[in-house]
């Protein structure tokens, strides 16, 4: 494991978002990330998995892949998410895949494609991080 996959899983730990949501990550690169989340215990009022659950997969998928594409001695931050939904989704897993539009020396961009477990697109999203030295702790 290399000082940047120690760094990434971090990210990780128990209490973080990313464990409350039940996202696991499956695949993992600056090139692609993929990875799930279940609906049961994100869903809105009324029942239906809530926008900002996805957001946060798509957040979460798109900063792992950012952190990999910036390296051991950077971080990569999220600076401006856009989400669409286009359909709803009451039940099982959702997948999201999040792939790059750019990978630059301070930001990089990715797109992201959340599906149901028919191969719907729920959600499309796409981030952009803010790559920064990494500050000694």
């Known amino acids: 494991m290399t000082d940047n996959d120690a760094a990434?899983?971090?990210t990780r730990d128990e209490g973080?978002?990313?464990?409350?949501?039940?996202?696991?990550?499956?695949?993992?690169?600056?090139r692609r990330v993929c990875g799930t989340m279940p609906v049961q215990g994100n869903t809105q009022p009324y029942g239906m998995l809530h926008g900002?659950?996805?957001?946060?997969?798509?957040?979460?998928?798109?900063?792992?892949g950012a952190?990999?594409?910036?390296?051991?001695?950077?971080?990569?931050?999220?600076?401006?998410?856009?989400?669409?939904?286009h359909r709803s989704v009451a039940e099982g897993t959702v997948r999201g895949t999040a792939q790059p539009?750019?990978?630059g020396r301070t930001t990089a961009t990715y797109q992201?494609?959340?599906?149901?477990?028919s191969?719907?697109?729920?959600?499309?999203?796409?981030?952009?991080?803010?790559?920064?030295?990494r500050r000694a702790t």
């Open 52 to 64: 900002g659950a996805s957001a946060a997969l798509a957040e979460t998928l798109a900063s792992v």
């Open 119 to 133: 191969g719907h697109v729920i959600a499309s999203a796409r981030l952009t991080c803010a790559i920064r030295p």
């Open 101 to 103: 539009l750019h990978l």
């Open 16 to 30: 973080t978002l990313m464990t409350r949501l039940g996202i696991v990550i499956d695949e993992e690169s600056a």
């Open 8 to 10: 990434i899983s971090r």
């Open 112 to 117: 992201v494609v959340i599906e149901d477990e």
């Open 67 to 85: 952190m990999h594409h910036a390296g051991p001695e950077a971080i990569a931050v999220g600076v401006d998410l856009n989400i669409t939904h």
